[in-house]
């Protein structure tokens, strides 16, 4: 077991105490935001009047830009401390233990798939069965996985391994969704490892009629280089913090590939997993809340999973998201202007729209205006203040969610490269993904080379 | 030369890079794409090919190999 991951699962459960404290960061860190923020916009606003035409029209997209980033950031931290409050005042209990069917689909997983099936039988759960879906894969994945089948452990739990043609990852969760039994269904990737009291977190959410499924949170095992060092953050930043606000409304938008929980009944309901889009996941989630399910999210529901190394397999990955994304809403573009499906969904969309699209081309926009106003306008201070103020945005909103995660506070330092390099550069793969989509260029699945750190 | 011009130029040359490795990260990404065999590039359905939802999957005998003996 690598370092992070036995650092994540050995956390143990922080006391009252420690979460009246986590409650009172958390309260400052937002108070502190808010007033900080609208403190510098202002400031902003009069210090440096623009001039030529260009740099004014700038300055007021620019301001617009960082209201827009302000208030988005705003909410989501807002949202996202209620949901933390709800928890904390009314932590749902579990009452029965219903089975629950785990499905681990593997292509190409050969390095990680013993590792992985390893982590699920040392989950703490009563009643739980897995099933292994080989999809066809040209390593000696099948192999491996096979020499767990059998029962194990003292609640004799069931592993299965099936082996299939190569056919993609949603056919081969359907074909284990299929011929399994459980009342709740665990779906996740071959390359991803789960902490022992997951199914227990996770599963106390379905006492409520009204959820459908339970969206877990992702974290990052490989955090050797920069790059994967800023993809840690991002899962707790960037997309955590998204998951989390909209938990608190049982509206999450995408249950990540790695870990998502479902009722039987709901998967029934919408027909499984598709595979016409490059985002199944999303695809399914946004067909669950279209069914009229609600969607919850589980921070200690928890799948350590490998990022991509290099700058080229991230940009694959994201490519791929984004694209994926775009057809999930493109198939629903319906809902977009019509409530038949309730306005909290047309919602959803929407705010899909904004985060895919328009949230990118904002922020690469933004980035190249400052610029040019700093080097050819002589606007220095201008961009300077700004590359501040957003540091210290990031840095308020990487302390917040780490305090939130319990996650560790080395990775708050990295949030000083997260706005100059990172969001910039996974913006530009969104918009030029964005643009592949909209021109129907080919594209392939993708296969991310794994290390075989979990 | 002030700090607020050392600290511009460095945020300027940041974000030029970053956009210069975007670039080269995506077109590198496109050419390995543009390389794979037309069978492998393509594996979302066309129209011919349903969508495959778990209720309707028979899985045919071939796919059903002996090996699979617990299932």
Redesign the interface.
Known sequence: MSGPLGAGVGLERAGARDDRYRHRMGLFVVIFLAGGIFGFLELQGVAHPPTPLFARVSMILLLSFLLILLLRYFFLMWFSYLDHLEELVHEPEIKQFPRVSIIVPAYNEGKVIESSIRSLLELDYPDFEIVVIDDGSDDDTYQKARRFEGYHGTHRTRVRVLTQRNGGKARALNRGIAVSDGPLVLCMDGDSKLTPDTLKKAVRHFSSRAIGAVAGNVKVVNRGNLLCKLQALEYIEGLNLTRKAQGFFRIVNIIPGPIGIFRREVLDQVGGYSSDTYAEDCDLTLDILMHGWRVKYEPEAIAYTEAPETLGDLYRQRYRWTRGILQSIRKRKGALFRFSHGPTNTLILWYMLFEGLLWPAMNVLSNLLFVTLGTFYGFSHFAVFWWIQLTVLDLGAALYCVAIERESLALVPYSVFYRVFFVLAIDICKLLGTLDELLGARMSWGKLERSGRL | MDI??V???A??I???I??V???I??A??KI??WR?PEG??????EGAED???????V?PA????E?????
Do not use: W
């Not at chain 2, 492998?40 to 359905?45: C, D, F, T, Y």
């Not at chain 2, 071939?62 to 190999?65: D, F, L, R, S």
């Open positions: 607020i011009t600290l511009s130029f945020i300027f940041a974000t030029v970053t956009i490795m975007a670039g990260s995506y590198a990404f390995r794409d794979r492998e590039v393509s594996r979302a359905p969508t495959l939802f778990f209720r309707k999957y899985p071939e796919e059903m190999p090996r699979d003996t617990n299932a």
